[in-house]
């Protein structure tokens, strides 16, 4: 069973529409994340949720917008793409702040 | 200045060659310490924690400076099998920061 997953795997989409990403974690962590990993291999945190509750939000511009319906599933919702949204963006989960374990990857492509 | 610094590389070495990776943090009040490795079009994996007083796992060691503020990693007797890119990674208030990561090629 994979412990964290994302959906979908690859977004290939236009300049101006919206799209989500999907990640579920079946470790029963009691934090999520959202990472961006851009071109240059940079990876930077975008959103961390604790047991449903936001508790980081790094500058990010807000046509992001994280949801936690529960400690389980974390998505994030796109507003607008930009051509500067194109990464690969990466789901990840932990107990206690430790031990981070990520998903495998949401490659995105805006055109 | 980045909150946490690494030589980007490539690193190129033959097998069986040790190679060190160093990084260095800026936040004195960092808590806990990790090593990732990265494959190509991968997601990172947790290759070991950090600890003040260094711990090794096989062919791997990890080492701590809190005086000054870096962190190593010591592969040793490299294997093809090591290509990848080794990320350090910081935890400050309970966010993972990753320096830029280091990548490695190791040749026949």
């Known amino acids: 069973d994979t412990a964290v997953s994302q959906t979908p795997k690859y977004l290939v989409t236009q300049m101006g529409n919206d799209k989500s990403i999907k990640c579920e974690q079946n470790l029963g962590h009691d934090t999520m994340y959202w990472y961006k990993q851009d071109s240059k291999k940079f990876l930077k945190i975008m959103f961390s949720?604790?047991?449903?509750?936001?508790?980081i939000n790094e500058t990010v511009p807000n046509r992001f917008s994280p949801k936690s319906p529960d400690k389980a599933h974390l998505n994030l919702h796109i507003n607008s793409l930009e051509l500067g949204d194109s990464a690969v963006y990466f789901c990840?989960?932990?107990?206690?702040?430790?031990?981070?374990?990520f998903g495998s990857g949401t490659r995105l492509t805006v055109v | 200045r980045k909150e946490v610094e690494q030589d980007p590389g490539p690193f190129n070495v033959p097998e069986g060659a040790t190679v060190a990776f160093n990084c260095t943090y800026s936040n004195s009040a960092s808590q806990s310490f990790f090593w990732y490795r990265q494959d190509c079009r991968k997601e990172p994996k947790l290759l070991m924690s950090?600890?003040?007083s260094g711990n090794e796992d096989g062919r791997f060691t990890a080492q701590l400076n809190r005086a000054s503020q870096y962190i190593s990693l010591l592969i040793r007797d490299s294997k093809l099998s090591d290509s990848a890119t080794y990320l350090c990674a910081v935890n400050q208030g309970g966010k993972l920061i990753f320096g830029q990561g280091t990548e490695l090629s190791v040749k026949p």
């Open positions: 949720y604790n047991n449903k509750e936001l508790i």
């Open positions: 990840a989960s932990s107990q206690f702040r430790v031990g981070y374990t």
């Open positions: 950090v600890y003040s």
